[in-house]
């Protein structure tokens, strides 16, 4: 099977994404050990996590090169639609570590047991009829439906809100630094929002590809810089 420019495009921009998104976290989960703050792990986790849907695509497309045959549409859907139910959780204990601690072992185990119960839709689907879930569109890529598709919006909403409340506690702060941290992850999660908006409502060609994959690395690229903060940074923005 010859594989299409457009899947090669997208196959390696793909993999790009997902190295510089899991790099970032990992840099963001190491300022643990000079910091020994937890919700550097828990954000760390959420960015890594932010791309794994990613990695369907990208196993799909290491596969097709070596066999001429992406995965089957059962493996692709669940390696792309696990790791969103499980990035609510980490999504949530970031936030809620700096903001509303009293609450967190509510708020976490609420979304906790959302999250199980999707999972276990999410798996019980992908064994017995994974067409209910998503269809597949070429090698790597697919369009999900019904009610997974309507679960993916929510958690859109649901970054959205953590993103803005996370932001409004943030410009609180009497520190620039703070402010200034608070208003680059802010920005970072539009971007994200926006790239997975665009990932799954537009037709996927060239420019889309390049539209998508360049939102998200400049959201991690965005992430690394309001978590990590490097002194170049900071000397370039007085803070």
């Avoid at 300022?31 to 828990?42: E, V």
């Avoid at 790791?83 to 509303?100: D, G, K, Q, W």
């Avoid at 996927?204 to 998508?212: A, G, R, V, W």
Wanted: proline content about 2%.
């Amino acid at each position: 099977m010859v594989i299409a420019q457009l899947d090669v495009i997208s196959g390696i921009l793909t993999i790009l994404t997902i190295i510089i998104g899991t790099i970032v976290g990992l840099l963001i989960m190491s300022r643990y050990l000079k910091y020994k703050h937890i919700s550097l792990i828990y954000w760390g986790s959420t960015v890594i996590i932010l791309v794994c849907f990613l990695y369907a695509a990208a196993v799909s497309f290491i596969l097709a090169l070596n066999t001429g045959k992406g995965l089957p549409i059962g493996t692709y859907v669940f390696l792309a639609t696990w790791s969103s139910p499980v990035m609510t959780i980490f999504l949530m204990a970031s936030f809620t570590e700096l903001v509303y601690k009293k609450r967190q072992k509510q708020l976490v185990l609420i979304v906790s047991i959302i999250t199980i119960l999707v999972e276990v839709y999410i798996i019980y689907y992908c064994i017995v009829d994974p067409t209910v879930l998503g269809e597949m569109m070429g090698i790597i890529d697919i369009t999900l439906k019904g009610f997974i598709r309507i679960y993916f919006i929510l958690a859109i909403v649901y970054i959205l809100i953590i993103a803005i409340l996370f932001t409004r506690e943030s410009l609180k702060s009497d520190k620039p630094e703070t402010r200034f941290k608070g208003k680059t992850i802010f920005i970072a999660f539009i971007f994200y929002v926006i790239g997975a908006v665009f990932d799954s409502a537009l037709a996927t060609n060239i420019f889309t590809l390049l539209l998508t994959r360049s939102l998200f690395i400049t959201c991690m690229i965005l992430f690394y810089i309001g978590f990590i903060t490097p002194n170049w940074i900071k000397k370039r923005f007085e803070i």
